[in-house]
């Protein structure tokens, strides 16, 4: 892999130019999940639409979050499940872990070497949208503007709508010389080839975790600076606690509660970081993993009023900007902030793509709680998974944000064990489960899941939510012996149903 600044971000292909319309139904400007599933869903029902990109086709989560992050994490669980397991494990020679360089090889063959042509653009072609290469900016009502960086332009015009899918962007903190040391962000250590000796990672949220076991297993050094009291500040404590003692236990030195003050690269090319507590840590590389923010700047905004200055588009259920007259204006996934993670972005593209199709038809789209122009799931049921080890993954209402929001209910907890649990490696260390139920209704509010591959297990929980299940129905659906599945039945046997 060469060094990310190396990587053409721009190929020279679908330039502006080499379009044959100017106007389409529906322009959407990024070409990540959710832009790329509008124009999907408008095709197929018979409209025309453009996916304009300003560089790789796919956004982040192909080649710089999702998908790289678990083609790093992977080897080193499957490492550790075969070791767990007796008659395997004799024949494992593992006493040196992974081999570093044939995960980064195994990287580069997921990302395709950073080469869109390979699967992406196939994928917007083939489902009928047209692509261009540019800069998209509004330039009017239901115009936009897409430039090249060679200056090659093109004007375009919807007829029914367009939908701003352009993402997220990592946040740097206003911390005392930190822009100036040319920090890593997470493009630089999802798609680096060398082990730095010693990482510091400011920021314990799910990237700075994973990262901080990726790095561990490759034999480096690794600080964690994390603000808040616990690491995964999304989800319920215990999780953070779990995954914390599971870090520690790698060799990630951890600083809770603690922020960095100053940070000053020295003349040998290290990186010195002075802590909030009076320390001061000295390391090699240094990673900046502290949230993002929607990429709003350079779209033309401002001429609609809206904030170009990260702040999350504000939309309706249907993801409609409706303080822009007209109901033209679409905001889906992270760039309006409702549920920024990769499988949300696919789920507003398809209410997007709903709304705008039933307008079209000339239906009065109305959105209700869970009908197909709603995106009711942002405020319910939105899954999240750690891809740690153990892995840590969250739906609904965390502990602390029913606690926020004046929620009554009752804490469900059981271990995540079973026949199923000790078949799958000896040695099974249990893990924790949690169920918020709403103390009136027995309805299932949210779930949290801590354990070896739990991520397999979290949509269980995501369906009874959707699907207002209360406890006494959860009695009624039996997991398979022996299988993981069965820490539902000690959820249901923990809460006395």
Known sequence: MPPYNSINLHPSSHAPSSLKNATYDVICIGSGWAGRV???????????????EEELVGGD???WACVPSKALLRPLQALEEAKAVTGVKERLNSANGVDVHAVFARRDAFTSKWNDADRLVPLVENSGAD???GVGRLTGVKKVSVQSGSGDKIELEAKLAVALCSGSVPMIPNIPGLAEVNPWGPRQATSASEVPEHLIVLGAGAVGCEMSAVYASFGGKVSLVCIAPEVLPRMDP????LVRGSLESQGVKIHLSTEATKVHREANGSVKVELSTGETIQGTEILVAAGRKARTNDMGLEQFGLKTDGTPLPVNESLLVDSVPGDWLYAAGDINGRAPLTHSCKYHGKIAANAIIAKAKGINVRPREYDNVSATADHTAVPQVVFTNPNAASVGLTRTRAQKEGRAFREVTAPVVSVGAMLHAEGYKAGW???IVEEQTNKLLGATLVGDDVAELIHPS??????????????????????????YLNLVDAAGA
Do not use: D, M, N
């Open 433 to 435: 489960a949690q169920w």
């Open 131 to 133: 692509l261009v290469r």
């Open 462 to 487: 995501t369906v009874a939510i959707v699907g207002g299940l209360t406890l006494e129905q959860l009695t009624h659906a039996i997991p398979a012996f022996p299988t993981l599945s069965e820490v």
């Open 238 to 241: 215990e999780a953070g606690k």
């Open 38 to 52: 509008i124009g999907a869903r408008l095709v197929k029902a018979g409209y025309t639409a453009v996916v304009v």
């Open 61 to 63: 989560c192909p080649f």
